[in-house]
């Protein structure tokens, strides 16, 4: 009933992953190869004609963008709910996907590029990897990509993609001192579940520090890992090779990221 291309590290495939698992449903893998450039096949184009993953296919219905599948699934299957029934928090349970989906996940891209899989992609044959580069059909996307490869933290588009990642760890403090202890209220929900990846990412990538100084963020991090669904959709997922390349390729650039995740804090 439910097939799921997606990939097992992607923030979006993680998000979609989590609010499926949290409701107990079980569905049918594709898993799309992102480093090989199994996202620019000509048939999975034809469902998904952004290049990306996730792609939930549902009785037949093609379902693309990560927060909008997550609002359907919530829709088709709405027991637990993931959302808040009063109309007004629900509306700010949705501000969070909103701000991942403009700001943080394009940030994210950037900071994962320059450091995680950047080795690995460097020893791609060139003309691989520019054929995969090319194929972004996003100009603005692509040209990130392309500057990261190149130039890593060095990147001009590093710092300020960094500090978006940081500001969402702030705003996520301030949100959970007054909250029920979810973002989404008073149980995990939604926008819980559409954050989690993207912290998930800055501790992957040995940014962990910055988490570790905010302890609402740390606690709510830690709340999150204890569920049963982090288990089935995240950590289930990730193989301790890929884990840590993330973190390794993250340790070795730290001198030159601790003083951008100061700067970004003292900022805000
Ligand atoms: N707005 C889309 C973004 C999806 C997206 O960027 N997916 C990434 C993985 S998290 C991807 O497939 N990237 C392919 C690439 O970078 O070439 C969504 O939320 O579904």
């Known amino acids: 009933m439910l ?74 299957f709405p027991e637990p709910a993931m959302l808040p029934a009063d109309p007004a928090a629900r509306h700010g349970a949705r501000l969070w996907p909103k701000l991942l989906d403009d700001k943080v996940h394009p940030a994210t891209g950037v900071v994962t590029f320059a450091i995680g899989p950047r080795s690995m992609l460097l020893n791609q044959p060139k003309e691989v990897r520019e054929a995969n580069t090319n194929a972004i059909p996003d100009p603005a996307r692509r040209a990130a990509r392309r500057s990261v490869l190149e130039h890593g933290v060095k990147a001009p588009e590093f710092a300020g993609a960094l500090s978006t990642l940081i500001n969402l760890l702030d705003r996520m403090e301030n949100a959970l001192l007054s909250s029920a202890g979810w973002l989404s209220g008073e149980s995990f929900g939604l926008a819980d579940a559409g954050a989690l990846p993207y912290v998930l990412r800055l501790d992957h990538l040995f940014i962990t520090s910055a988490i570790e100084a905010r302890p609402k963020v740390l606690d709510w991090y830690q709340r999150v890992q204890a569920l049963p669904a982090f288990a089935t959709a995240v950590s289930d997922w990730l193989t301790p090779p890929m884990v840590a390349m993330l973190r390794t390729n993250g340790e070795a650039v730290w001198d030159e990221v601790a003083p951008l995740v100061e700067a970004s804090s003292a900022s805000d």
């Open 3 to 76: 097939e799921l291309y997606h990939n097992a590290v992607s923030t979006c495939s993680q998000k979609v992953r989590l609010v499926l698992a949290h409701k107990g449903l079980e569905f049918t893998s594709h898993e799309i190869d992102l480093l090989g450039g199994g996202q620019h096949a000509p048939e999975y184009v034809k469902l998904n004609p952004n290049h990306v993953v996730p792609t939930l296919v549902h009785d037949g219905a093609v379902l693309i963008e990560s927060s909008l599948i997550n609002e359907f699934v919530n829709d088709a």
